[in-house]
């Protein structure tokens, strides 16, 4: 387990901060193949995914079996979904009237999101969403 794994990293004789690193590595995969099957939306599987090593998520994918969904979630995650970006930018918000402020993250965020759940696709459709959101109030 866990800690025969820590004992036999500190017979190396490695920093702390290296064996956390190494035991991270090892574990996460598994780790993320049944985080991505959880995912209930490809907003919350970006979410799950993008914040952790690209390295990863390959070893992941390399482990999920060969026809689970979690090998097609991960598999789009690291093709289609890790390159999704908006059009709009922080300078777009400031002329819909958002001062510079965490605001203007929350509202890219949840712009993003939007994005990748397939409820805005041009760019036009990110700038109302992104002013319904600042008209809410709700990320402010």
Same mark, same amino acid.
């Given at each position: 387990?866990?800690?025969? +794994?820590?004992?036999?990293?500190?017979? =190396?004789? =490695?920093?702390?901060? *290296?064996?956390?690193?190494?035991? $991270?590595?090892?574990?996460?995969?598994?780790? &993320?193949?049944?985080?991505? /099957?959880?995912? !209930?939306? @490809? +907003?919350?599987l970006?979410?799950?995914?993008?914040e952790?090593?690209?390295? #990863?998520?390959?070893?992941?994918?390399?482990?999920?079996?060969? *026809?689970?969904? #979690? +090998?097609?979630?991960?598999?789009?995650? &690291? %093709? !289609?979904? $890790?390159?999704?970006?908006?059009?709009? @930018?922080?300078?777009?918000?400031a002329? &819909?009237?958002?001062?510079?402020?965490?605001?203007?993250?929350?509202?890219? *965020?949840? %712009?993003?999101? =939007?994005?990748? *759940?397939?409820?805005? /696709? /041009?760019?036009?459709?990110?700038?109302?969403? #992104?002013? +319904?959101?600042?008209?809410?109030?709700? =990320?402010?």
């Amino acid at each position: 387990g866990s800690s025969e +794994r820590y004992r036999w990293l500190s017979g =190396l004789q =490695l920093a702390g901060r *290296d064996v956390e690193v190494i035991v $991270r590595a090892a574990t996460l995969p598994a780790s &993320l193949v049944s985080k991505s /099957t959880s995912a !209930e939306s @490809t +907003r919350e599987l970006y979410g799950l995914l993008s914040e952790e090593p690209i390295e #990863a998520v390959v070893l992941a994918l390399a482990s999920a079996p060969t *026809d689970s969904p #979690a +090998r097609e979630r991960l598999r789009r995650y &690291l %093709v !289609e979904l $890790r390159h999704v970006r908006l059009a709009i @930018t922080g300078d777009d918000l400031a002329v &819909l009237g958002l001062a510079e402020s965490p605001a203007v993250g929350r509202v890219l *965020d949840a %712009v993003l999101g =939007l994005k990748l *759940d397939g409820e805005v /696709t /041009t760019t036009e459709e990110e700038l109302a969403a #992104a002013q +319904r959101l600042i008209e809410a109030g709700n =990320l402010l």
